[in-house]
C-alpha cells in the first residue's frame, strides 16, 4: 500500500490493503454530478453494501477538504451528495482544487489516478466519459479514456450512455491500447441497453476468467487499465425505444443553451434524468450494483490468485 502525504486510507480500507484482502473503488461524481438528491445519496450506500455482500471492501474516493479520501465516512457521502455544493474533479482540476482544499466528486478519471496511488487495482462504476458526438468539431473527448490507456486499473462499468459517440469512444479506446472485454456478451453495451450492435474485440464468462485476463496485462508489463464492460441485468433494461428520443432531445438542449466542457456530461445526465421521469434512475441505480458485484467478484478472484 502506497504512503502518500495527500492520501487518506480510511481504517478498513487500510487494514484490508494491509492485509492482501480485496479492495473495490467506487468514484464520486456520479454522487456529485451524476444523480439527483436523495438517490445519489441512497445509492452511495447500496453500492458499498453490495460489495460488502460480495467479500470486499468498498473504497469510495473523493477529494475532502483537499485530501484525497479512499473509504468515506457517512457525513463525507452526506456532503457530497448535498445538490450544488461539491465541484467535479477529473485528472486536470486535482491540483487546483486540493490547493484550494476544496470537496469533490472525482470522475474515473481522477479515480483511476487516486486507486492507483493508494494500491487498489479494482474500480466499479456506471458508465464512463467518452468521444462525445460532434467532437470532431468540439474535440470534446473524456479525460478518462486516456486514463484507461496510463493508469493500471481495471474499470468495470455498463458500457457508455448513447449521450456519447459510442464508436468513436470504442475507436479512441483501442488507439491507446485499452482492452475493453464484454462480459458475458460479445458486444459492447449501451448503458441502458445490453447491446449497441458494436462488437467488443474480447469475451469473458466468469469473474474467474477476468481476473486471469488482468492478472497476464499486468505480467505483461502493460502500463494502461482494463475496461471491462458488464451489461445491465436484463430486467431493469430500457428498450432503445424508451430512450433514444430522450437522448436526442437532451443533445438538443445542451447545444440550444451553449453548455461546453467539463458541464456537457452533467446537463446530459441531469437532462435525462428529468425526462424519463426517474425511469432512467432506477436502471442506472440497478446497473452500478450489478458492476459492484462483479468487480468485488474480481477483486476477490485477484486476491485468491495471490495466495
Ligand atoms: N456517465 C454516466 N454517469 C456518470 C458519469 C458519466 O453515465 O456519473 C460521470 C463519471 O464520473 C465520468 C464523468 O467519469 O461523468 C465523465 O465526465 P467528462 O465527460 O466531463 O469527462
Ligand atoms: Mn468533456
Redesign the pocket.
Known amino acids: 500500500m502506497a504512503e502518500h502525504s495527500l492520501l487518506d486510507l480510511g481504517p478498513e480500507v487500510s487494514a484490508a490493503l494491509a492485509e492482501h484482502r480485496p479492495v473495490v473503488a467506487l ?4 454522487i456529485t ?3 439527483p438528491y436523495p438517490r445519489n445519496l441512497d445509492t452511495a450506500r447500496q453500492v458499498e453494501q453490495v460489495v460488502h455482500e460480495h467479500g470486499a471492501v468498498p473504497a469510495t474516493i473523493a477529494l475532502i477538504g483537499g485530501r484525497l479520501k479512499v473509504g468515506l465516512v457517512q457525513q463525507d457521502l452526506e456532503e457530497l451528495a448535498e445538490p450544488g455544493q461539491a465541484a ?1 474533479a ?1 485528472r486536470r482540476d486535482l491540483a487546483a482544487l486540493v490547493a484550494r482544499k476544496a470537496t469533490a ?7 483511476m489516478y487516486i486507486a492507483a496511488l493508494a494500491g487498489i487495482p479494482v474500480f466499479a ?6 468521444v ?1 458526438r460532434g467532437a470532431e468539431e468540439s474535440f ?1 473527448i ?3 479514456l486516456i486514463e484507461l490507456g496510463s493508469t493500471p486499473v481495471t474499470v468495470v462499468c455498463a458500457g ?2 448513447s ?2 459517440d459510442l464508436p468513436k469512444t470504442l475507436e479512441v479506446l483501442e488507439t491507446y491500447g485499452v482492452p475493453v472485454i464484454g462480459v458475458g456478451t460479445s458486444e459492447f453495451p449501451a ?1 441502458f441497453s445490453r447491446t449497441s450492435g458494436l462488437p467488443v474485440a474480447h469475451r469473458v464468462d466468469s469473474a474467474h476468467e477476468l481476473a486471469e485476463l488482468v492478472a497476464a496485462q499486468r505480467l505483461l508489463g502493460l502500463p494502461g487499465g482494463v475496461l471491462v464492460a458488464n451489461p445491465i441485468p436484463e430486467a431493469d433494461a430500457l428498450a432503445s425505444e424508451q430512450i433514444d428520443g430522450i437522448i436526442e432531445q437532451a443533445l438538443s438542449d445542451a447545444s440550444r443553451q451553449s453548455i461546453r ?6 446537463f446530459l ?1 441531469a437532462r435525462v434524468n428529468e425526462l424519463t421521469g426517474g425511469r432512467s434512475l432506477t436502471a ?1 441505480v440497478a446497473l452500478i450494483q450489478n458492476n459492484a458485484a462483479l468487480a468485488a467478484d474480481l477483486a476477490v478472484a485477484l486476491c485468491a490468485q495471490e495466495q
Open positions: 468514484e464520486s461524481t456520479i454530478h451524476g444523480m467535479k477529473s466528486g472525482t470522475t474515473v478519471a481522477a479515480t462504476t456506471g458508465g464512463i466519459g467518452g462525445h470534446d473524456s479525460a478518462d457508455a450512455k449521450i456519447l448503458f466542457g467539463k458541464d456537457v456530461t452533467p445526465l442506472n
